[in-house]
């Protein structure tokens, strides 16, 4: 009987030791495809995780490690911003990752769970921008913003109608649940608009790169970290000369079609491995992998600009002579209040001016939206440069600024909507 008992126990399957989940993260194609499963990886790395790896099936992923001897897992599901803030509202994610800020209708929905637009709440973790790509046959090189809302509204039929061939122009446009289709229709259009007639939807970035490549009338847009191998067409907003994105202007978010890629988290939740998590993605180590990945990070960088000829005498010495931070400080809806990337920024900033080899001195400029008289928008920029020194005074003790205020000099964007935001601002520069 003893035998008997102890064959059957040898017999017996050894059970598998049950993962406990880290987190759950759900929304944006464009930073759950990539990016999220390098950052999560990169932070159980950083805990000296043993054994990580991935699978995936489509749109979903599993990032698996052993962390102190015992099983973990990271589930990663990317199917569109809008999906990361439904999973919070119904409790199955601990991160939402979007690729355009929260909408007040989500704001309102979440709002049982505290503010989901406050600064406990929005991380912002990169930049990114829309990339319009043509097929690399495409002699048209250069669009306006409104071109580009007559092209996908169906007003232009034609590439012989800019320049280009006598070909049917074939516009592709992302899903509507999808971040990337969002901030296309908000900088375009104004907001969220149906597609029109003879304009394709299609599910994700991989498949608009391989249309526009295959086909020489087709026009889509792709991040920045997605347009290898396609042509990028410069894009012209307002009275700013067109620009094919680059790096440095990306980072200034100065680009017409900049975005931002938040991770959202509820504020009644905390978790340790949310908490740290975050903190790791807004790190150095966690902005490395972000510029890694193809986008780009939030880690300062000093850029030589090309003077504007129009410029005032004082802000054309200053672009002569200074070198311009990759840092834009900018306002929660254009209010007096910093947004919740300025306020990490005033820690970047810190950071910069300390480990820098030189001995610096900062200038901070002040532009403000055209809403009034010259002499209120001179105000206006100046009070904005102030709120700015005055926080790397009182909470970063960066005291060695002066002031530079140019009023509504140099607009971003003509857009009503977005121009409160856009174009009051706080650059930075250093002599």
Known sequence: MAALLWGQLLAAPVQAQESTTLFRMTGSNTIGAELAPRLVKGY??????????????????????????????????????????????????????????????????????????????????????????????NPVSQLTIDQLGRLYSGKIRNWSELGGADLPIRPLHRDIESGTRATFDNEVFGGSRPAARGVREVSGNAETHRRVLNGAGTIGYLPYADAGGVKKVAIKAGNLAAVVPDRGIVATEDFPLTRRLYLYRRPDQSKPHLDEFL?????RQGQKLVADT??????????????YPNAPAAYRELMESGERLSISFRFTDGSAELDSRALSDLRRLETYMETS??????????????????????LISRFRALKVQGALLREHELGDSRILALGAFAPLTGNREHAP????????WIE
Do not use: C, Y
């Open 279 to 283: 903190h790791f993605v807004e790190s």
């Open 421 to 428: 935001v856009k174009n009051s601002r706080v650059e930075v």
């Open 357 to 378: 080899a030189q001995q610096l001195s900062l200038a901070l400029v002040g532009f403000s939206d055209r809403k009034s008289n010259d002499n209120i928008t001179d």
């Open 44 to 137: 159980l790395q950083s805990l000296d995780a043993s054994d990580i790896e991935q699978r995936s099936a489509g749109e979903r992923h599993w990032i698996s490690a052993r962390l102190s001897g015992q099983p973990v897992e990271v589930p990663i599901v990317a199917l569109g911003s809008s999906t990361g803030f439904k999973a919070l509202d119904s409790g199955s994610a601990d991160i939402g990752m979007a690729s355009r800020k929260i909408r007040p209708g989500e704001v309102e929905m979440l709002e049982r769970f505290g503010n989901l637009a406050g600064t406990e709440a929005e991380h912002v973790i990169g930049l990114d921008a829309l990339v319009v790509a043509v097929h690399p046959d």
């Open 294 to 307: 193809g986008f780009i990070n939030l880690t300062p960088v000093a850029l030589k600009m090309t003077p």
